[in-house]
C-alpha cells in the first residue's frame, strides 16, 4: 500500500497512517502533494523527499523533482489510498496531484483507492472557466474557478469525461 496523504489526512485525531500502520497495513510508501507531509511548506516551494522519523518510511514528494509518479515509484505497489482534504478551488492543486496519481496508477496497473471528504465549497459552483490555453498545474481542466465537487466527484468526472491518457484503464475506488 502507499498513501497520498498530508497534514489533513486524519481519522479523528489520529493520522490516517498511524491508524493503518497500527492496524498492520503494509504501507511501504508515503506520497506528499504541495506544501508536504506536515504542510508545512510554503505554497508553490519545491519539496524534496525524504524518510519519515516515525515510521522510518520513504517520503515521496510529487512536488519537487516531478509531479507525478513514476514507474519507480509505484515499484512493489499494489493499491494506492488518496487522502487529501480539498477545498473545491481550481488553483488548489492536490486536484492536479489526484489527476497525476489517476494516470499513473492506470499506466502501471496500480488499483486507486479516493478516501472522499467533503468539500466545505461544495454547495456552489462559481467564477470563470479555465480557457484550455491557459492550462498548467494549478489548473489542469477547464472547469470554473469553485467548482462545487470533492475529489472523488471529479475523479468521477475525470474518468466520465475521458480527461485524461487510459481513463477506462483506470481501477479506482471512492469510499
Not at 45 to 53: E, L
Not at 90 to 117: G, H, P, Q
Not at 155 to 170: D, H, I, P, R, Y
Amino acid at each position: 500500500v502507499a498513501v497520498i496523504i498530508n497534514q489533513t489526512s486524519v481519522v479523528g485525531n489520529a493520522s490516517l497512517l498511524d491508524i493503518l500502520v497500527k492496524k498492520g497495513v503494509q504501507v511501504k510508501k508515503i506520497f506528499v502533494p504541495e506544501h508536504g507531509f506536515r504542510g508545512r511548506e510554503d505554497a508553490g516551494a519545491k519539496v524534496g523527499n525524504s524518510v519519515d522519523s516515525a515510521t522510518g518510511l520513504q517520503v515521496i514528494s510529487l512536488y519537487g523533482k516531478h509531479k507525478k509518479p513514476t514507474l519507480e515509484d509505484l515499484e512493489g505497489i499494489d493499491v494506492m489510498v488518496y487522502d487529501l482534504q480539498d477545498v473545491g478551488t481550481r488553483f488548489y492543486t492536490y486536484i492536479s496531484t489526484l489527476e497525476y496519481c489517476m494516470e499513473a496508477c492506470a499506466e502501471n496497473n496500480v488499483k486507486l483507492m479516493i478516501l472522499d471528504r467533503p468539500n466545505p465549497n461544495g454547495f456552489y459552483v462559481d467564477g470563470p472557466v479555465l480557457e484550455k490555453d491557459n492550462r498548467s498545474f494549478v489548473g489542469m481542466q477547464c472547469i470554473p474557478v469553485v467548482y462545487g465537487m470533492t475529489s472523488g466527484e471529479y475523479a468521477g468526472m475525470l474518468v466520465g469525461e475521458k480527461w485524461f491518457n487510459k481513463a477506462s484503464a483506470l481501477n479506482i475506488e471512492v469510499i
